[in-house]
């Protein structure tokens, strides 16, 4: 499971670099990105949120804007390879800290176990990760602040914890929940 795992992932960065390169920007939620970035470079804040542009296909708080905000120096295209490179690399540190949550829970000796369940942990979400590479969702940081969050509260560290949950619950509201279990704990 390893050694395919780190396969796959050798395979899907230049395979999926390829095809989000290939893909149109203008059907995706990074396209929604992208615009409001453009729309704050220019400060034309009325715009930022325009019943003109048809179905979005996610709305986004407004403190979200400046994590934007830098796509907007970049061309379309090259903003969306980008955009593809901070996703793949949001997923590897969110399993990072997977596999040391594991690593906490198990004690050194079970590096092996560590790594296969992480491994395959990659390996169950690896479709839902292809669909967010393509789509430009913001999943992969999301997934990244659940996973710090998940290590600051095994390690007993409030502080991590509650800065790893933070960061999905700007994007979405049902990670802020997560809050309630950390506090019970």
Same mark, same amino acid.
Not at 117 to 123: D, N, P, S, W
Not at 134 to 155: D, E, N
């Given at each position: 499971? *390893?050694?395919?795992?780190?396969?796959?992932?050798?395979?899907?960065?230049?395979?999926?670099?390829?095809? *989000?390169?290939?893909?149109? *920007?203008?059907?995706?939620?990074?396209?929604? #990105? =992208?615009?409001?970035?453009?729309?704050?470079?220019?400060?034309?804040?009325?715009?930022?949120?325009?019943?003109?542009?048809?179905?979005?296909? #996610?709305? =986004?708080?407004?403190?979200?804007?400046?994590?934007?905000?830098?796509?907007?120096?970049?061309?379309?295209?090259?903003?969306?390879?980008?955009?593809?490179?901070?996703? =793949?690399?949001?997923?590897?540190?969110?399993?990072?800290?997977? =596999?040391?949550?594991?690593?906490?829970?198990?004690?050194?000796?079970?590096?092996?176990?560590?790594?296969?369940?992480?491994?395959?942990?990659?390996?169950?979400?690896?479709?839902?990760?292809?669909?967010?590479?393509?789509?430009?969702?913001?999943?992969?940081?999301?997934?990244?602040?659940?996973?710090?969050?998940? #290590?600051?509260?095994?390690?007993?560290?409030?502080?991590?914890?509650?800065?790893?949950?933070?960061?999905?619950?700007?994007?979405?509201?049902?990670?802020?929940?997560?809050?309630?279990?950390?506090?019970?704990?």
């Amino acid at each position: 499971a *390893v050694i395919v795992t780190f396969l796959l992932l050798l395979i899907v960065l230049p395979l999926y670099f390829f095809k *989000v390169h290939q893909s149109n *920007v203008d059907c995706t939620d990074f396209s929604v #990105y =992208y615009r409001s970035a453009q729309r704050a470079k220019s400060q034309n804040w009325a715009e930022i949120y325009s019943l003109k542009d048809g179905a979005c296909p #996610y709305r =986004y708080a407004p403190p979200l804007i400046p994590l934007f905000r830098p796509l907007a120096e970049l061309s379309p295209k090259q903003g969306q390879l980008l955009w593809y490179l901070v996703q =793949y690399f949001c997923f590897g540190f969110g399993f990072f800290f997977i =596999y040391k949550t594991l690593l906490f829970c198990g004690g050194r000796r079970s590096r092996k176990t560590a790594l296969f369940v992480t491994c395959l942990g990659i390996l169950f979400i690896l479709r839902f990760s292809l669909d967010t590479f393509t789509i430009g969702q913001v999943s992969a940081i999301m997934f990244l602040g659940l996973a710090i969050g998940l #290590y600051g509260w095994v390690i007993r560290n409030p502080i991590l914890a509650t800065l790893g949950v933070f960061v999905p619950a700007l994007f979405k509201i049902g990670p802020g929940f997560i809050f309630g279990i950390f506090l019970s704990a």
